[in-house]
């Protein structure tokens, strides 16, 4: 990540904003020439920062905000908060022992060096090409930081609006926090008031309860409107324990209505192929390939065997899985990284307190795609043991792609599409479950010859398959003809 003072741009090495195009007349509202990052912030009043993962996912569900982990004060009318007052989304403990990478991220903090006095922000009035908005996702969710990214490389200034941490929004980017997740009636009223408050000439949803609302504020404002479509929600919510009860009902009736209304949007943007709606206004994939620009270059692995995970933390992605294989490897060490789903903290919780492997399995919490993947460094092997849900069969994720980019052997389960890429790569091994994870585990640290062979393999696919146009400066070009076409709107 660069690193950046509030008096540099914001984005180091961005391209510059494109200029107006003369086609689209001398009256277009004034933009914004020097994206800002607002900390919670009535849009008026900004602070410059620079930079902050993995997100949580939309309809994430209500039994987990109940429960406390990520529940915030509500918003009784719903204004944001002053710029004191957003409290920062908890980290999980940091472990004295982990590596470097966590302290450089603390160190780099744009909380330790940011101007706390008045922000040169956007005057009253300016405008954005582009406003990332989302009710249910943090703004350090590793698409969106891809979206963002890709749509500075295009010339595009970019407002980001979402949960957490300001810190962790993308860097080159206006970031407004909500602050923390809260309730359902929180979200509620972030659906209903945040598409009227982006100030993109293109607003881009991020979360299917957005849209309607969107959809409307489209109209009323003349702008145009994008919904990027992160998974199959309908097909979420069977994963979810809730989603078997009438809030399951209510949510898949919601989930419909949304998807109906997706497919008029402007330009629907979708994670794969089989992500619905199938048949949409204009309508186009983008697959959660990595930016490849965050990975670390490859090196030698640690001395100690230490394995990597990098997601939501939850008992169907792995959780347990996971720290059952360290226990059943006891030389092996394991970092973690992202946000522990409150229905699996109290496990967690007792797992530390009474396993012998506690002491070798590191969680840092969530952090910002670039400091998350520091703990690629010097590591032997990344962990992709989902469970074999109806979300996840047919589901590739991005964290094995980034895997193989930074050298890292394979640990994954048999999902048919995940399956195929570890036997195809011939960089690690699909496991039938913990108990055989473990095994595997011992078995590389008994041959580390073994492991290099794998890592190597890691390696060769990804120059032959993450090289190339990326999906996301493809999509930018889509979007840049979006806004210069709402620009020349009379």
Same mark, same amino acid.
């Given at each position: 990540?660069?690193?950046?003072?509030? !008096?540099?741009?914001? *984005?180091?090495?961005?391209?510059?904003?494109?200029?107006?195009?003369?086609?689209?007349?001398?009256?277009?509202?004034?933009?914004?020439?020097?994206?800002?990052?607002?900390?919670?912030?009535?849009?008026?009043?900004?602070?410059?920062?620079?930079?902050?993962?993995?997100?949580?996912?939309?309809?994430?569900?209500?039994?987990?905000?109940?429960?406390? $982990?990520?529940?915030?004060?509500?918003?009784?009318?719903?204004?944001?908060?002053?710029?004191?007052?957003?409290?920062?989304?908890?980290?999980?403990?940091?472990?004295?022992?982990?590596?470097?990478?966590?302290?450089?991220?603390?160190? !780099?903090?744009?909380?330790?060096?940011?101007?706390? =006095?008045?922000?040169?922000?956007?005057?009253?009035? $300016?405008?954005?090409?582009?406003?990332?908005?989302?009710? @249910?996702?943090?703004?350090?969710?590793?698409?969106?930081?891809?979206?963002?990214? *890709? #749509?500075?490389?295009?010339? #595009?200034?970019?407002?980001?609006?979402?949960?957490?941490?300001?810190?962790?929004?993308?860097?080159?980017?206006?970031?407004?926090?909500?602050?923390?997740?809260? =309730?359902?009636?929180?979200? *509620?009223?972030?659906?209903?008031?945040?598409?009227?408050?982006?100030?993109?000439?293109?607003?881009?949803?991020?979360?299917?309860?957005?849209?309607?609302?969107? %959809?409307?504020?489209?109209?009323? +404002?003349?702008?145009? #409107?994008?919904?990027?479509?992160?998974?199959?929600?309908?097909?979420?919510?069977?994963?979810?324990?809730?989603?078997?009860?009438?809030?399951?009902?209510?949510? @898949?009736?919601?989930?419909?209505?949304?998807?109906?209304?997706?497919?008029?949007?402007?330009?629907?943007?979708?994670?794969?192929?089989?992500?619905?709606?199938?048949?949409?206004?204009?309508?186009?994939?983008?697959?959660?390939?990595?930016?490849?620009?965050?990975?670390?270059? *490859? @090196?030698?692995?640690?001395?100690?065997?230490?394995?990597?995970?990098?997601?939501?933390?939850?008992?169907?992605?792995?959780?347990?899985?996971?720290?059952?294989?360290?226990?059943?490897?006891?030389?092996?060490?394991?970092?973690?990284? =992202?946000?522990?789903?409150?229905?699996?903290?109290?496990?967690?919780?007792?797992?530390?307190?009474?396993?012998?492997?506690?002491?070798?399995?590191?969680?840092?919490?969530?952090?910002?795609?670039? %400091? %998350?993947?520091?703990?690629?460094?010097?590591?032997?092997?990344?962990?992709?043991?989902?469970?074999?849900?109806?979300?996840?069969?047919?589901?590739?994720?991005?964290?094995?792609?980034?895997?193989?980019?930074?050298?890292?052997?394979?640990?994954?389960?048999?999902?048919?599409?995940?399956?195929?890429?570890?036997?195809?790569?011939?960089?690690?091994?699909?496991?039938?479950?913990?108990?055989?994870?473990?095994?595997?585990?011992?078995?590389?640290?008994?041959?580390?010859?073994?492991?290099? %062979?794998?890592?190597? $393999?890691?390696? +060769?696919?990804?120059?032959?398959?993450?090289?190339?146009?990326?999906?996301?400066?493809?999509?930018?070009?889509?979007? $840049?003809?979006?806004?210069?076409?709402?620009?020349?709107?009379?």
């Amino acid at each position: 990540m660069t690193d950046t003072s509030p !008096e540099e741009s914001p *984005a180091a090495g961005a391209t510059p904003a494109a200029p107006a195009d003369p086609s689209s007349g001398a009256d277009r509202p004034e933009r914004a020439e020097a994206p800002d990052t607002v900390e919670g912030a009535d849009a008026m009043a900004a602070i410059e920062t620079t930079e902050s993962i993995d997100a949580d996912k939309a309809l994430e569900s209500e039994e987990d905000s109940d429960a406390g $982990s990520d529940a915030g004060e509500p918003y009784s009318t719903f204004e944001f908060p002053k710029v004191e007052e957003v409290p920062a989304v908890p980290q999980q403990p940091q472990d004295s022992s982990a590596p470097d990478a966590a302290a450089a991220h603390r160190a !780099e903090s744009p909380r330790d060096r940011r101007d706390t =006095g008045t922000a040169g922000g956007p005057a009253r009035g $300016s405008r954005f090409d582009v406003s990332i908005i989302s009710s @249910g996702h943090d703004v350090a969710d590793a698409r969106l930081h891809r979206t963002a990214a *890709a #749509l500075l490389r295009a010339g #595009l200034t970019v407002e980001v609006i979402g949960l957490g941490d300001p810190a962790g929004g993308p860097p080159g980017t206006r970031v407004v926090s909500l602050g923390r997740r809260g =309730g359902a009636l929180d979200r *509620a009223r972030r659906d209903l008031t945040i598409p009227f408050r982006a100030r993109g000439t293109v607003v881009m949803t991020l979360d299917p309860d957005l849209v309607p609302t969107a %959809a409307a504020a489209r109209l009323l +404002r003349r702008g145009r #409107l994008a919904v990027d479509v992160h998974e199959d929600y309908l097909k979420l919510l069977r994963d979810r324990s809730w989603g078997r009860t009438w809030k399951g009902q209510v949510g @898949g009736s919601l989930v419909r209505l949304c998807t109906a209304v997706t497919g008029r949007a402007d330009l629907t943007v979708v994670a794969d192929d089989h992500v619905p709606p199938l048949a949409a206004r204009s309508r186009v994939v983008v697959k959660n390939l990595p930016d490849t620009g965050y990975l670390p270059e *490859a @090196g030698e692995p640690d001395a100690v065997p230490r394995a990597l995970y990098i997601g939501d933390v939850r008992r169907s992605r792995g959780l347990h899985a996971m720290l059952a294989a360290i226990e059943a490897a006891d030389t092996w060490e394991v970092d973690i990284v =992202g946000p522990v789903a409150a229905a699996d903290q109290a496990w967690l919780d007792e797992w530390r307190a009474t396993s012998p492997a506690a002491g070798r399995a590191r969680f840092h919490g969530r952090l910002s795609p670039d %400091a %998350a993947w520091r703990f690629a460094r010097g590591a032997w092997a990344g962990f992709a043991l989902l469970d074999d849900t109806p979300a996840f069969r047919e589901a590739v994720p991005t964290k094995l792609y980034e895997y193989l980019g930074s050298g890292l052997a394979v640990v994954a389960t048999p999902l048919p599409r995940m399956a195929r890429i570890v036997d195809e790569s011939g960089a690690g091994r699909v496991v039938r479950d913990a108990e055989d994870a473990g095994r595997v585990l011992r078995e590389w640290a008994d041959d580390p010859d073994q492991l290099r %062979a794998l890592r190597r $393999s890691a390696l +060769r696919w990804a120059d032959r398959h993450l090289t190339g146009a990326s999906p996301s400066d493809e999509l930018a070009r889509t979007i $840049s003809d979006l806004v210069r076409a709402a620009e020349r709107r009379p």
